[in-house]
């Protein structure tokens, strides 16, 4: 029950803390000289993409320009479609008025027979 300790078994146990923590530090110490000493790259490497800025971030003139560009050319498109409606138009109307005028021409011969 009662152990009987010599003085040179506490010595040993009071060195074991010390020696630990010296060890550590000597590590720590180590790490902090090669870390210090060892060559950093001067120069980082990276690939560019000249990508377009992202719209949500546009301020509202930069935001209306590509809007306003986008309604010109679909106003152009309405506008060339129109124009197509018309010639059509005309066309089909030119064809039945002058069609009605052979009617109206034909009509006064047939009521005199």
Known sequence: MYQNHTDGERAARRQL??????????????????????????TAHAQVI?????????AGDQLSLPLLQDMCTTLHQMDA??????????????ERGMSSKKNAFIAPEAQAQ
Request: aromatic share 8%.
């Open 50 to 58: 000249n990508a377009a800025p992202d719209q949500h971030f546009l």
């Open 81 to 94: 479609r129109l124009g197509r409606l018309e010639v059509a138009a005309d066309r089909i109307a030119t």
């Open 17 to 42: 803390p010390l020696r630990s923590l010296f060890f550590a530090a000597a590590l720590l110490a180590a790490g902090w000289m090669i870390g210090s000493v060892a060559s950093r790259p001067t």
